[in-house]
């Protein structure tokens, strides 16, 4: 068991301290009365464990708002130093935490020749961390970063181990697969977006594309005339993208989630 309080200067006063207790569980299966007579076996454990961890990887001083130097202005007719606020923060940012829960088998077979590792977990993230864009409207000032939300992680990893002998030469092979289903869960009825190719919304992936969608390659221009506008250079070769809303008109209004 971990009991951690954990505090930090990157948070306001009130905001700066969090709590994050672990517990793991481990149950050596090889050495039980009913398991010890096989020889084929070399070791078998059973474990498992749930912790929460905070994260508070953001730049220092990102709860207020700073004055940037070195901006110039005019007054009077003259060009004078300066000094101006750049970009929003958020004063009640906190730490981001994450919960994992994890059950997982450990077995090593055949005298340590053979090693499998299996692993299922259960990850939640809640506050997230992460720089919130802003219209430019509000005098394209830079963004806040924000505790905004909550993503799932769940999956399953597996891991195996072989090693073997040729005479004097000794080899080993070690594959790996994975499996994970990312999904946001929470984001308080927002929508994030990235640039123009990213997006993050509750009940997809974090970050997902959000692109045009492909349906092929124009094969002549008779097919560039019978379709939806794309753009003034598209010729035989270029890709048809998708008119989503029907308007007969591709463009950003036409992108989805990929």
Same mark, same amino acid.
Do not use: C, H, M
């Given at each position: 068991?971990?009991?951690?309080?954990?505090?930090?200067?990157?948070?306001?006063?009130?905001?700066?301290?969090?709590?994050?207790?672990?517990?793991?569980?481990?149950?050596?299966?090889?050495?039980?009365?009913?398991?010890?007579?096989?020889?084929?076996?070399?070791?078998?454990?059973?474990?498992?464990?749930?912790?929460?961890?905070?994260?508070?990887?953001?730049?220092?001083?990102?709860?207020? @708002?700073? *004055?940037?130097? /070195?901006?110039?202005?005019? !007054?009077?007719?003259?060009? &004078?130093? $300066?000094?101006?606020?750049?970009?929003?923060?958020?004063?009640?940012?906190?730490?981001?935490?994450?919960?994992?829960?994890?059950?997982?088998?450990?077995?090593?077979?055949?005298?340590?020749?053979?090693?499998?590792?299996?692993?299922?977990?259960?990850?939640?993230?809640?506050?997230?961390?992460?720089?919130?864009?802003?219209?430019?409207?509000?005098?394209?000032?830079?963004?806040?970063?924000?505790?905004?939300?909550?993503?799932?992680?769940?999956?399953?990893?597996? @891991?195996? *181990?072989?090693? /073997?002998?040729?005479?004097? !030469?000794?080899?080993?092979? &070690?594959? $790996?697969?994975?499996?994970?289903?990312?999904?946001?869960?929470?984001?308080?009825?927002?929508?994030?977006?990235?640039?123009?190719?990213?997006?993050?919304?509750?009940?997809?992936?974090?970050?997902?594309?959000?692109?045009?969608?492909?349906?092929?390659?124009?094969?002549?221009?008779?097919?560039?005339?019978?379709?939806?506008?794309?753009?003034?250079?598209?010729?035989?070769?270029?890709?048809?993208?998708?008119?989503?809303?029907?308007?007969?008109?591709?463009?950003?209004?036409?992108?989805?989630?990929?």
């Amino acid at each position: 068991a971990n009991f951690r309080y954990d505090g930090s200067s990157r948070f306001a006063k009130g905001k700066q301290w969090g709590f994050f207790p672990s517990l793991s569980l481990g149950w050596r299966l090889d050495q039980e009365d009913f398991l010890k007579s096989q020889e084929w076996l070399s070791s078998l454990k059973l474990r498992g464990s749930y912790g929460v961890l905070g994260n508070q990887a953001i730049a220092n001083f990102s709860y207020v @708002n700073l *004055i940037q130097t /070195g901006r110039e202005y005019l !007054f009077g007719g003259n060009v &004078n130093a $300066g000094v101006a606020v750049e970009s929003f923060r958020d004063p009640n940012i906190s730490w981001e935490t994450t919960r994992i829960a994890n059950l997982g088998i450990d077995a090593s077979l055949f005298r340590n020749q053979l090693e499998l590792a299996i692993d299922l977990y259960d990850k939640r993230t809640d506050d997230i961390l992460r720089p919130v864009t802003l219209p430019s409207q509000v005098g394209n000032l830079g963004g806040p970063v924000r505790n905004i939300g909550s993503v799932k992680n769940v999956g399953v990893d597996f @891991n195996v *181990i072989y090693r /073997g002998k040729i005479g004097r !030469f000794d080899y080993g092979i &070690n594959t $790996g697969l994975n499996y994970n289903v990312n999904e946001v869960t929470n984001l308080n009825g927002e929508i994030i977006y990235s640039g123009d190719k990213f997006i993050t919304k509750e009940g997809y992936p974090i970050d997902s594309y959000y692109i045009l969608e492909s349906d092929g390659l124009f094969q002549t221009q008779e097919q560039i005339n019978a379709s939806p506008f794309q753009n003034i250079t598209t010729k035989p070769g270029y890709i048809k993208f998708v008119d989503q809303n029907n308007d007969n008109v591709i463009n950003t209004d036409d992108r989805k989630i990929i």
